[in-house]
Protein backbone atom coordinates (compact mmCIF):
# COMPACT_ATOMS: atom_id res chain seq x y z
CA UNK A 1 0.00 0.00 0.00
CA UNK A 2 1.82 3.39 -0.95
CA UNK A 3 1.53 6.19 1.15
CA UNK A 4 -2.45 7.67 2.24
CA UNK A 5 -4.36 9.52 -0.40
CA UNK A 6 -5.14 12.85 2.05
CA UNK A 7 -6.79 15.62 0.80
CA UNK A 8 -7.52 18.48 3.12
CA UNK A 9 -10.93 19.65 3.72
CA UNK A 10 -9.78 22.88 5.64
CA UNK A 11 -7.04 24.76 6.80
CA UNK A 12 -5.37 23.20 9.81
CA UNK A 13 -5.34 26.38 11.98
CA UNK A 14 -9.19 26.09 13.23
CA UNK A 15 -10.79 28.95 13.50
CA UNK A 16 -14.59 28.74 15.13
CA UNK A 17 -17.67 30.19 13.22
CA UNK A 18 -19.38 32.83 14.22
CA UNK A 19 -22.47 31.89 15.34
CA UNK A 20 -25.80 33.84 15.19
CA UNK A 21 -29.75 33.12 14.95
CA UNK A 22 -31.27 33.71 11.91
CA UNK A 23 -34.20 35.65 11.28
CA UNK A 24 -37.46 33.91 10.14
CA UNK A 25 -39.69 37.22 9.85
CA UNK A 26 -38.94 40.81 10.82
CA UNK A 27 -40.26 39.77 14.16
CA UNK A 28 -39.22 36.32 14.97
CA UNK A 29 -35.56 35.25 16.22
CA UNK A 30 -35.73 31.92 17.09
CA UNK A 31 -33.16 29.95 18.94
CA UNK A 32 -31.48 27.43 16.96
CA UNK A 33 -29.26 25.10 19.28
CA UNK A 34 -25.57 23.65 18.92
CA UNK A 35 -24.97 20.31 20.19
CA UNK A 36 -21.69 20.34 22.02
CA UNK A 37 -19.92 17.01 23.70
CA UNK A 38 -17.15 17.23 26.40
CA UNK A 39 -14.08 14.86 26.33
CA UNK A 40 -11.59 15.07 29.78
CA UNK A 41 -8.36 14.42 29.15
CA UNK A 42 -6.87 16.07 32.32
CA UNK A 43 -3.55 13.09 33.03
CA UNK A 44 -4.69 13.40 36.89
CA UNK A 45 -7.98 13.45 36.83
CA UNK A 46 -9.85 10.73 37.17
CA UNK A 47 -12.89 12.20 36.89
CA UNK A 48 -14.20 16.28 35.58
CA UNK A 49 -17.17 18.07 35.99
CA UNK A 50 -18.11 20.86 34.02
CA UNK A 51 -20.48 23.68 34.17
CA UNK A 52 -22.21 26.87 31.86
CA UNK A 53 -23.60 29.68 33.66
CA UNK A 54 -23.03 28.03 37.07
CA UNK A 55 -24.82 25.33 36.06
CA UNK A 56 -23.98 21.71 35.89
CA UNK A 57 -23.59 20.69 31.97
CA UNK A 58 -21.58 17.35 32.54
CA UNK A 59 -21.01 15.63 36.22
CA UNK A 60 -18.36 12.87 36.83
CA UNK A 61 -16.92 12.31 33.49
CA UNK A 62 -14.67 9.66 33.20
CA UNK A 63 -10.90 10.43 32.04
CA UNK A 64 -11.00 9.30 28.11
CA UNK A 65 -14.48 8.68 28.01
CA UNK A 66 -16.65 11.53 25.78
CA UNK A 67 -20.29 12.44 26.87
CA UNK A 68 -22.84 12.27 24.73
CA UNK A 69 -24.16 15.61 22.88
CA UNK A 70 -26.50 18.08 24.52
CA UNK A 71 -27.53 21.47 23.65
CA UNK A 72 -27.03 24.66 24.30
CA UNK A 73 -28.04 28.39 22.80
CA UNK A 74 -25.82 29.18 19.43
CA UNK A 75 -24.20 32.50 21.35
CA UNK A 76 -21.23 33.30 23.11
CA UNK A 77 -20.67 30.37 25.63
CA UNK A 78 -18.42 29.65 28.27
CA UNK A 79 -17.65 26.25 29.86
CA UNK A 80 -15.89 26.31 33.43
CA UNK A 81 -14.04 22.70 34.30
CA UNK A 82 -13.71 21.61 37.62
CA UNK A 83 -11.53 18.58 39.04
CA UNK A 84 -12.69 16.63 41.67
CA UNK A 85 -12.45 18.64 45.23
CA UNK A 86 -11.60 21.87 43.79
CA UNK A 87 -14.03 24.88 44.49
CA UNK A 88 -12.86 26.75 41.21
CA UNK A 89 -12.73 26.23 37.64
CA UNK A 90 -9.64 24.55 36.58
CA UNK A 91 -9.98 25.89 33.39
CA UNK A 92 -12.71 27.97 31.07
CA UNK A 93 -13.20 27.10 27.52
CA UNK A 94 -14.74 29.67 25.91
CA UNK A 95 -16.43 29.58 21.64
CA UNK A 96 -18.93 31.32 19.66
CA UNK A 97 -21.37 28.34 19.19
CA UNK A 98 -22.88 28.15 15.64
CA UNK A 99 -26.47 27.02 15.11
CA UNK A 100 -27.32 23.47 14.08
CA UNK A 101 -23.56 22.57 14.24
CA UNK A 102 -21.69 20.26 16.50
CA UNK A 103 -18.99 20.50 18.74
CA UNK A 104 -16.25 18.74 21.09
CA UNK A 105 -14.53 20.63 24.01
CA UNK A 106 -11.86 19.13 25.35
CA UNK A 107 -9.95 19.91 28.57
CA UNK A 108 -6.23 18.52 29.04
CA UNK A 109 -2.86 19.05 30.32
CA UNK A 110 -2.79 18.63 34.10
CA UNK A 111 -4.70 20.01 37.00
CA UNK A 112 -1.76 22.19 37.46
CA UNK A 113 -1.48 23.05 34.03
CA UNK A 114 -5.02 22.86 32.54
CA UNK A 115 -6.08 23.59 29.22
CA UNK A 116 -8.77 23.08 26.57
CA UNK A 117 -9.92 23.88 23.44
CA UNK A 118 -13.28 23.50 21.09
CA UNK A 119 -13.55 21.61 17.68
CA UNK A 120 -16.24 21.95 15.59
CA UNK A 121 -17.30 18.40 14.71
CA UNK A 122 -18.33 19.23 10.83
CA UNK A 123 -17.47 16.56 8.47
CA UNK A 124 -18.56 15.31 4.76
CA UNK A 125 -20.42 12.47 3.74
CA UNK A 126 -17.31 9.59 3.11
CA UNK A 127 -18.23 7.25 0.15
CA UNK A 128 -16.75 4.03 0.11
CA UNK A 129 -13.64 2.76 0.21
CA UNK A 130 -13.06 5.94 2.32
CA UNK A 131 -12.28 7.03 6.18
CA UNK A 132 -11.80 10.30 7.48
CA UNK A 133 -9.26 11.20 10.37
CA UNK A 134 -8.73 14.34 12.95
CA UNK A 135 -5.77 14.55 15.01
CA UNK A 136 -5.55 16.18 18.29
CA UNK A 137 -2.27 16.58 20.35
CA UNK A 138 -3.06 17.02 23.86
CA UNK A 139 -0.52 14.79 25.25
CA UNK A 140 0.98 17.11 28.07
CA UNK A 141 5.09 17.22 28.13
CA UNK A 142 4.88 16.21 24.72
CA UNK A 143 5.96 19.02 22.73
CA UNK A 144 6.40 19.12 18.71
CA UNK A 145 5.49 15.24 17.34
CA UNK A 146 5.79 14.30 13.56
CA UNK A 147 2.37 12.12 12.18
CA UNK A 148 3.15 9.46 10.74
CA UNK A 149 0.23 7.12 8.90
CA UNK A 150 1.80 4.63 6.17
CA UNK A 151 1.61 1.30 4.74
CA UNK A 152 2.18 -1.25 7.88
CA UNK A 153 6.52 -1.77 7.76
CA UNK A 154 7.21 0.73 5.63
CA UNK A 155 10.63 2.36 6.61
CA UNK A 156 10.71 5.74 7.58
CA UNK A 157 13.90 6.67 5.78
CA UNK A 158 13.14 9.88 3.84
CA UNK A 159 9.58 9.85 4.17
CA UNK A 160 8.05 13.06 5.09
CA UNK A 161 5.00 12.99 8.04
CA UNK A 162 1.46 14.11 7.31
CA UNK A 163 1.48 16.69 9.78
CA UNK A 164 3.85 18.10 12.34
CA UNK A 165 1.46 18.79 15.28
CA UNK A 166 2.28 21.19 18.25
CA UNK A 167 1.12 20.62 21.81
CA UNK A 168 -2.49 22.12 21.84
CA UNK A 169 -2.74 21.64 17.93
CA UNK A 170 -5.25 19.74 15.79
CA UNK A 171 -5.84 19.07 12.00
CA UNK A 172 -9.43 19.59 10.37
CA UNK A 173 -10.77 16.44 9.08
CA UNK A 174 -9.20 14.76 5.69
CA UNK A 175 -10.05 11.75 3.74
CA UNK A 176 -7.73 8.80 2.71
CA UNK A 177 -8.24 5.35 1.46
CA UNK A 178 -9.69 2.85 4.45
CA UNK A 179 -7.90 -0.21 5.01
CA UNK A 180 -4.24 -1.42 7.12
CA UNK A 181 -1.80 1.14 8.14
CA UNK A 182 0.21 1.72 10.86
CA UNK A 183 0.57 5.02 13.13
CA UNK A 184 3.75 5.93 14.09
CA UNK A 185 4.30 9.66 16.64
CA UNK A 186 7.99 10.58 16.41
CA UNK A 187 9.10 13.73 19.05
CA UNK A 188 9.84 16.26 16.23
CA UNK A 189 13.44 16.72 15.59
CA UNK A 190 14.32 14.05 17.40
CA UNK A 191 14.18 10.73 15.86
CA UNK A 192 12.06 9.69 18.97
CA UNK A 193 9.82 7.06 18.39
CA UNK A 194 6.96 7.85 21.30
CA UNK A 195 4.07 5.97 19.73
CA UNK A 196 3.65 2.74 17.24
CA UNK A 197 0.35 1.17 16.69
CA UNK A 198 1.66 -1.90 14.75
CA UNK A 199 -0.96 -2.08 12.26
CA UNK A 200 -4.15 -1.34 12.48
CA UNK A 201 -7.47 -0.85 10.40
CA UNK A 202 -9.26 2.28 9.27
CA UNK A 203 -12.92 1.25 8.60
CA UNK A 204 -14.30 2.18 5.92
CA UNK A 205 -16.70 5.29 5.96
CA UNK A 206 -15.61 5.83 9.26
CA UNK A 207 -15.56 9.55 10.61
CA UNK A 208 -12.52 9.44 13.82
CA UNK A 209 -10.61 11.92 15.50
CA UNK A 210 -7.47 10.39 17.21
CA UNK A 211 -6.81 11.74 20.23
CA UNK A 212 -3.19 11.80 21.25
CA UNK A 213 -2.91 12.08 24.92
CA UNK A 214 -0.35 11.33 28.49
CA UNK A 215 -1.48 9.38 31.34
CA UNK A 216 1.83 9.01 33.37
CA UNK A 217 4.56 9.11 30.69
CA UNK A 218 5.25 11.17 28.23
CA UNK A 219 7.74 9.53 26.67
CA UNK A 220 6.11 6.68 25.38
CA UNK A 221 1.97 8.17 24.94
CA UNK A 222 -1.07 6.91 23.95
CA UNK A 223 -3.95 7.39 21.09
CA UNK A 224 -7.80 7.50 21.51
CA UNK A 225 -10.22 6.79 18.54
CA UNK A 226 -13.35 8.73 19.16
CA UNK A 227 -16.12 8.18 16.49
CA UNK A 228 -18.46 10.33 15.41
CA UNK A 229 -21.19 8.56 17.58
CA UNK A 230 -18.77 9.10 21.17
CA UNK A 231 -17.60 5.33 20.37
CA UNK A 232 -14.67 5.30 22.04
CA UNK A 233 -11.45 2.48 21.66
CA UNK A 234 -7.84 2.91 22.81
CA UNK A 235 -5.01 1.96 19.93
CA UNK A 236 -2.44 0.24 21.96
CA UNK A 237 1.09 1.56 22.12
CA UNK A 238 3.38 -1.62 20.96
CA UNK A 239 6.39 0.27 22.78
CA UNK A 240 7.45 1.52 25.96
CA UNK A 241 10.09 3.97 26.93
CA UNK A 242 13.16 3.12 29.01
CA UNK A 243 16.14 5.39 30.51
CA UNK A 244 19.47 4.16 32.25
CA UNK A 245 21.39 4.93 35.29
CA UNK A 246 24.77 3.93 35.96
CA UNK A 247 25.02 3.32 40.21
CA UNK A 248 27.46 0.12 39.63
CA UNK A 249 30.50 2.07 41.26
CA UNK A 250 33.40 -0.40 40.04
CA UNK A 251 32.23 -0.86 36.37
CA UNK A 252 32.94 2.46 34.88
CA UNK A 253 31.32 3.26 32.17
CA UNK A 254 28.56 0.76 31.03
CA UNK A 255 26.49 -0.40 28.10
CA UNK A 256 22.98 -1.44 28.13
CA UNK A 257 20.92 -4.33 25.96
CA UNK A 258 17.16 -5.87 25.73
CA UNK A 259 17.38 -9.26 23.82
CA UNK A 260 20.94 -8.71 22.56
CA UNK A 261 20.31 -5.26 20.72
CA UNK A 262 21.85 -2.62 21.78
CA UNK A 263 19.85 0.59 23.99
CA UNK A 264 21.98 2.80 25.86
CA UNK A 265 26.00 2.38 25.18
CA UNK A 266 28.72 4.30 27.33
CA UNK A 267 26.66 5.78 30.25
CA UNK A 268 29.63 6.84 32.95
CA UNK A 269 29.36 6.43 36.47
CA UNK A 270 27.03 8.29 38.22
CA UNK A 271 25.74 9.01 34.86
CA UNK A 272 22.15 8.31 33.05
CA UNK A 273 21.09 8.52 29.29
CA UNK A 274 20.26 11.87 28.52
CA UNK A 275 16.91 10.76 27.75
CA UNK A 276 14.14 8.17 27.40
CA UNK A 277 14.89 5.03 24.72
CA UNK A 278 12.18 3.06 22.99
CA UNK A 279 11.52 -0.73 23.50
CA UNK A 280 8.78 -3.03 22.23
CA UNK A 281 6.34 -3.70 24.71
CA UNK A 282 6.98 -7.71 26.28
CA UNK A 283 9.47 -9.29 28.69
CA UNK A 284 13.28 -8.85 27.26
CA UNK A 285 16.34 -10.80 28.77
CA UNK A 286 18.33 -7.12 29.74
CA UNK A 287 22.13 -6.86 30.19
CA UNK A 288 25.00 -4.54 31.52
CA UNK A 289 28.14 -4.70 29.91
CA UNK A 290 31.41 -3.01 31.09
CA UNK A 291 31.89 -0.59 27.48
CA UNK A 292 35.71 -1.15 28.42
CA UNK A 293 34.87 -5.01 27.84
CA UNK A 294 31.96 -5.51 25.54
CA UNK A 295 31.06 -9.04 24.89
CA UNK A 296 31.25 -9.84 28.63
CA UNK A 297 27.90 -9.43 30.22
CA UNK A 298 28.18 -7.88 33.84
CA UNK A 299 24.68 -8.03 35.55
CA UNK A 300 21.55 -9.86 33.16
CA UNK A 301 17.35 -9.96 34.35
CA UNK A 302 14.31 -10.06 32.37
CA UNK A 303 11.99 -7.35 32.99
CA UNK A 304 8.72 -6.82 31.75
CA UNK A 305 7.42 -3.15 30.04
CA UNK A 306 4.06 -2.12 29.65
CA UNK A 307 2.37 -0.20 26.90
CA UNK A 308 3.10 3.35 26.90
CA UNK A 309 5.06 3.17 30.33
CA UNK A 310 8.34 5.47 31.32
CA UNK A 311 10.95 3.54 33.23
CA UNK A 312 14.31 3.75 34.42
CA UNK A 313 16.67 0.93 34.38
CA UNK A 314 19.21 1.20 37.15
CA UNK A 315 22.29 -1.20 37.62
CA UNK A 316 23.92 -0.71 41.28
CA UNK A 317 26.13 -2.64 43.55
CA UNK A 318 29.63 -3.61 43.29
CA UNK A 319 31.24 -5.80 40.85
CA UNK A 320 30.42 -9.89 41.31
CA UNK A 321 27.05 -8.73 42.92
CA UNK A 322 25.91 -6.01 40.57
CA UNK A 323 21.84 -5.41 40.75
CA UNK A 324 19.41 -4.46 37.65
CA UNK A 325 16.16 -2.56 39.27
CA UNK A 326 13.43 -1.13 36.73
CA UNK A 327 11.54 1.79 38.43
CA UNK A 328 8.38 2.81 37.10
CA UNK A 329 8.60 6.90 36.33
CA UNK A 330 5.85 9.51 36.06
CA UNK A 331 6.91 12.37 34.39
CA UNK A 332 3.98 15.16 34.51
CA UNK A 333 5.70 18.45 35.04
CA UNK A 334 4.36 20.06 38.34
CA UNK A 335 3.17 23.96 38.24
CA UNK A 336 5.56 26.92 37.54
CA UNK A 337 7.91 27.34 40.44
CA UNK A 338 7.14 23.90 41.56
CA UNK A 339 9.47 20.89 41.18
CA UNK A 340 8.66 17.02 41.33
CA UNK A 341 10.93 14.71 43.13
CA UNK A 342 11.96 11.44 44.07
CA UNK A 343 14.69 10.01 45.82
CA UNK A 344 16.42 6.45 45.18
CA UNK A 345 18.04 4.24 47.17
CA UNK A 346 21.43 2.80 44.90
CA UNK A 347 23.77 1.78 47.05
CA UNK A 348 23.95 -1.68 48.48
CA UNK A 349 25.95 -0.30 51.97
CA UNK A 350 22.89 1.75 52.92
CA UNK A 351 20.11 -0.65 53.68
CA UNK A 352 17.45 2.04 54.11
CA UNK A 353 16.81 5.89 54.96
CA UNK A 354 14.65 8.45 55.58
CA UNK A 355 14.81 12.41 53.35
CA UNK A 356 14.62 14.99 55.16
CA UNK A 357 14.38 18.28 53.35
CA UNK A 358 14.58 21.22 55.63
CA UNK A 359 13.67 19.80 58.38
CA UNK A 360 10.91 18.48 57.11
CA UNK A 361 10.73 14.05 56.21
CA UNK A 362 9.58 13.87 52.75
CA UNK A 363 10.17 9.92 52.67
CA UNK A 364 10.93 7.22 54.72
CA UNK A 365 12.70 3.56 54.63
CA UNK A 366 13.85 3.98 51.03
CA UNK A 367 15.57 0.33 50.83
CA UNK A 368 18.51 -0.53 48.68
CA UNK A 369 17.17 -0.55 45.04
CA UNK A 370 13.75 1.11 45.28
CA UNK A 371 12.45 4.77 45.19
CA UNK A 372 10.29 6.97 47.14
CA UNK A 373 6.49 8.31 46.53
CA UNK A 374 7.12 11.80 44.23
CA UNK A 375 7.06 15.04 46.05
CA UNK A 376 6.53 18.37 45.25
CA UNK A 377 8.82 21.24 46.88
CA UNK A 378 9.54 24.79 45.25
CA UNK A 379 12.85 25.39 43.07
CA UNK A 380 14.76 26.60 45.71
CA UNK A 381 18.17 25.94 47.56
CA UNK A 382 17.39 23.15 49.46
CA UNK A 383 19.16 21.07 52.58
CA UNK A 384 18.76 17.43 51.99
CA UNK A 385 19.70 14.61 54.58
CA UNK A 386 19.71 11.19 53.99
CA UNK A 387 18.91 9.50 57.91
CA UNK A 388 19.03 6.41 59.59
CA UNK A 389 15.27 5.55 59.42
CA UNK A 390 13.63 6.70 62.20
CA UNK A 391 16.26 9.07 63.67
CA UNK A 392 18.09 12.20 62.84
CA UNK A 393 21.25 10.77 62.63
CA UNK A 394 22.52 11.57 58.97
CA UNK A 395 24.24 9.14 56.73
CA UNK A 396 24.54 12.10 53.99
CA UNK A 397 24.45 15.64 53.76
CA UNK A 398 23.71 17.72 50.77
CA UNK A 399 24.29 21.29 52.27
CA UNK A 400 22.61 22.91 48.77
CA UNK A 401 20.76 21.36 46.10
CA UNK A 402 17.97 23.30 43.77
CA UNK A 403 15.28 21.07 41.39
CA UNK A 404 14.27 23.09 38.23
CA UNK A 405 10.88 24.58 38.05
CA UNK A 406 8.50 22.39 36.12
CA UNK A 407 11.18 19.36 35.92
CA UNK A 408 10.72 16.11 37.36
CA UNK A 409 13.96 14.39 38.67
CA UNK A 410 15.46 11.56 40.42
CA UNK A 411 17.88 12.03 43.47
CA UNK A 412 19.76 9.13 43.21
CA UNK A 413 22.59 8.10 46.98
CA UNK A 414 25.03 5.35 45.19
CA UNK A 415 28.40 4.36 45.88
CA UNK A 416 29.85 2.36 48.80
CA UNK A 417 29.98 3.44 52.36
CA UNK A 418 33.06 4.73 52.08
CA UNK A 419 32.41 7.07 49.30
CA UNK A 420 28.71 7.91 48.84
CA UNK A 421 27.51 10.52 46.70
CA UNK A 422 24.53 12.00 45.29
CA UNK A 423 23.29 12.28 41.58
CA UNK A 424 20.42 14.04 40.29
CA UNK A 425 18.89 13.96 36.85
CA UNK A 426 15.86 15.16 35.14
CA UNK A 427 13.39 12.65 33.63
CA UNK A 428 10.45 14.92 32.25
CA UNK A 429 12.94 15.91 28.73
Same mark, same amino acid.
Given at each position: ??????????????????????????????? /????????????????????????????????????????????????? #????????????????????????????????????????????????????????????????????????????????????????????????????????????????????????????????????????????????? #????????????????? /???????????????????????????????????????????????????????????????? @????????? @?????????? /?????????? @??????? #???????????????????????????????????????????????????????????????????????????????????????
Amino acid at each position: MSLPRISFLAAIAFTLAIGGCKVDTINSFPV /KPASVRFAGLVADAATLNVQQNNTTAWSDVPFAQPTAYQQFDNKQTTFD #VFAPGTTSAITSISGSLAAQQQYTIVAFGTVANPQGLIQGDSFSTVNPGNTQLRFTHVAEGVNGLDVYLTSPGLVLTNVSPQYQLGYAGNTNFALTNSGDYELRLLRSNSGFVAFDSGTITLPDQATQTLYIYAKDATHAINVLR #VDAAGNTSLIPNTIAAV /KVVNAAYQAGAVDQKWDGTTGATNVPYPGATQTYYSIPVGTHAITFEATATPGATIASASETFD @SATDSTLLV @SGANGSLVIS /KLADSNLAPA @SGVATVR #VVNASPDVPAFDVVVDGSVKATNVTYTHASPYFNIDNSNHKVQFMVPGTMTPIFTIDSQQFGTQQVSSLYLMGPSSDLRKFLTQDNI
